[in-house]
């Protein structure tokens, strides 16, 4: 089955650090650029960041709001995306998604079920 | 950054009207839209793409039109499932961005 399910959210302090993970299955992985989107609570989508593919060398790029903060890895022996988020702030509250990317147009066309990261003391 | 910006914020309709969402780019973003739909407590689908493609398996009652810096969604015919808040995105550059999304609610 052709999924990404996503897992690491938790309650975490201001300051703190935390990594997401994406488990993707059903495809080639190595083939697709991956994103990052967040959703604060009550609040629109938000473009975290992006890792293009093999093709690319995995090249990344970031919403400014993450940059130097929040690390886009993939590890493609376990067909799995990554997110380190450091220094963490209140504001980085949300439901975090991966999504895959595809085609020219580089649509998101499939996304995981979300994880939720709180940042509070 | 490109901003998008989209009307109405908020849509009352009743099942069978046809609605249309306006998505308007800070500058031209040539046809590098999509739309997505979210229900509450579920992550975005992919409707269309490409400012006028429909993603496969998305029914016909949906399209998309418009390049450059205004585009458009329309429902044909709404369905009770089309409830929903609708956003569009660009494609066209980095960052991406998201419209601040569109809510339609049944009348």
């Known amino acids: 089955e052709v999924q990404l399910v996503d897992s690491g959210g938790d309650l975490v302090q201001p300051g703190g650090s935390l990594r997401l993970s994406c488990a993707t299955s059903?495809?080639?992985?190595?083939?697709?650029?991956m994103d990052w989107v967040r959703q604060a609570p009550g609040k629109g989508l938000e473009w975290v960041g992006r890792?293009?593919?093999?093709?690319?060398?995995?090249?990344?790029e970031y919403a400014a709001s993450v940059k130097d903060r929040f690390t886009i890895s993939r590890d493609e022996s376990k067909n799995s995306l990554y997110m380190q988020m450091n220094s963490l702030k209140t504001e980085d509250t949300a439901m975090y998604y991966c999504?895959?990317?595809?085609?020219?147009?580089?649509?998101?066309?499939?996304w995981g079920q979300g994880t939720l990261v709180t940042v509070s003391s | 950054d490109i901003q998008l910006t989209q009307s109405p914020s908020f849509l009352s309709a009743s099942v069978g009207d046809r609605v249309t969402i306006t998505c308007r780019a800070s500058?031209?973003?040539?046809?590098?839209l999509a739309w997505y739909q979210q229900k509450a407590g579920k992550a975005p689908k992919l409707l269309i793409f490409?400012?006028?493609t429909l993603q496969s398996g998305v029914p016909s009652r949906f399209s998309g039109s418009g390049s450059g810096t205004e585009f458009t969604l329309t429902i044909s015919s709404l369905q009770p499932e089309d409830f929903a808040t609708y956003y569009c995105?660009?494609?066209?550059?980095?960052?991406?961005?998201f419209g601040q999304g569109t809510r339609l609610e049944i009348k």
């Open positions: 999504a895959r990317s595809v085609g020219d147009f580089r649509r998101f066309d499939l």
């Open positions: 059903g495809f080639t992985f190595s083939d697709h650029y």
């Open positions: 890792t293009r593919n093999k093709a690319n060398e995995y090249t990344t």
């Open positions: 500058q031209a973003i040539s046809n590098y």
């Open positions: 490409a400012a006028s």
């Open positions: 995105q660009h494609l066209n550059t980095y960052p991406i961005t």
